[in-house]
């Protein structure tokens, strides 16, 4: 089994910061974890990637994140974590973690159940 679970959202003002984090365990991580990514929904909206960061640190960034967001990983602890600043109201959604563990001859693709991120004007 694997398990994901973020943690970090919460109320922030405007212009605030907040720190995500997501932490991917179980006995199912017998590989590792790939890639790592940090999804968002706002109300109405569909899901949409925010930041991903593979094993090596690439990062890759959607534009609405560039400049503010910044992805970070712990390798040891097959942890990532989303730095968000200068918040803005439109950043406020629910804020989903996703894990790509590695299998013997394939990737699998896990989903944490989400952290909801409020910024208030």
């Known amino acids: 089994q694997v398990h994901v679970v973020e943690s970090g959202g919460g109320l922030v003002q405007a212009g605030g910061s907040a720190r995500l984090s997501c932490a991917a365990s179980g006995s199912g991580i017998t590989f590792g974890v790939n890639a790592m990514g940090w999804y968002r929904q706002a109300p109405g909206k569909e899901r949409e990637v925010i930041a991903t960061i593979t094993r090596g640190g690439t990062t890759n960034y959607a534009d609405s994140a560039k400049g503010r967001f910044t992805i970070s990983r712990d390798n040891a602890e097959n942890t990532v974590f989303l730095q968000m600043n200068s918040l803005k109201p439109e950043d406020t959604a629910v804020y989903y973690c996703?894990?790509?563990?590695?299998?013997?001859?394939?990737?699998?693709?896990?989903w944490g159940q989400g952290t909801q991120v409020t910024v208030s004007s």
């Open positions: 996703r894990a790509d563990v590695m299998g013997r001859n394939a990737v699998f693709r896990h």
